[in-house]
Every structure is written in structure tokens, then in C-alpha cells.
Nanobody
Framework: QVQLVESGGGLVQPGGSLRLSCVASGMIFKNTVLEWYRQAPGKQREWVARITSRNNTDVAWFVKGRFTISRDNIKNTVYLQMNSLEPEDTAVYYC?????????WGQGTQVTVSS
């Protein structure tokens, strides 16, 4: 069974940092493209970052310079390092994977940026 499980969300003050993790199972992880999306209350889900099987990365313009995506093919885990967090980053963050024998979404992890 293809599965993605996120963790690492929580409450953080503006300017703070969090690192999200997403552990994959049931897929050939090293061949999988992994992405992070987020959805704020009342808004559509939006793409945040991508890392390919060759470790090519890309992030959305609104998090460029603040967020970094990385992967560990030994641990079957993709990370989203989020620095200089702003209240506008408050959302449920989802992991999405495809290309490694399966396509699936994680259940999401809540990130709240507030003083």
C-alpha cells in the first residue's frame, strides 16, 4: 500500500522555523517525485515545493529564500525546512508523491504561525 505520512507541524511565532517530514512507504522512493502543497482556510490548495528523483528542486516564488526541500533516500523521507515563517504561511501542509510505482497524498500536518 502506497502511503505518505507527514509530521512536524505545530504552532510557531512569526520569524520562527519548522521542519516538516514526510515518510513514504509502498513505493520505490528513489524514483519518486515529491512535492509539498498547502491549503489555508477558505483558500485553494497551492503548490509549495518539488524535488525530483535526481534531486532537482524548485520552490514557489512566495517561499523562495525561506523554504528548502530535501530528501533522504535511505530514510524514505522528504523534508520541508521552513524559516522566517509569516502568519500567511499558516495552512495545512500536504506531501504528494508520484512516479515511484504509486501516486498518493499524505493526510496533512497543520502549521500555525501566530504570536
Amino acid at each position: 500500500q502506497v502511503q505518505l505520512v507527514e509530521s512536524g507541524g505545530g504552532l510557531v511565532q512569526p520569524g520562527g522555523s519548522l521542519r516538516l517530514s514526510c515518510v513514504a512507504s509502498g513505493m520505490i522512493f528513489k524514483n519518486t517525485v515529491l512535492e509539498w502543497y498547502r491549503q489555508a482556510p477558505g483558500k485553494q490548495r497551492e503548490w509549495v515545493a518539488r524535488i525530483t528523483s535526481r534531486n532537482n528542486t524548485d520552490v514557489a516564488w512566495f517561499v523562495k529564500g525561506r523554504f528548502t526541500i530535501s530528501r533522504d533516500n535511505i530514510k524514505n523521507t522528504v523534508y520541508l525546512q521552513m524559516n522566517s515563517l509569516e502568519p500567511e504561511d499558516t495552512a495545512v501542509y500536504y506531501c504528494y508523491g508520484y512516479g515511484g510505482g504509486g501516486t498518493t497524498w499524505g493526510q496533512g500536518t497543520q502549521v500555525t504561525v501566530s504570536s
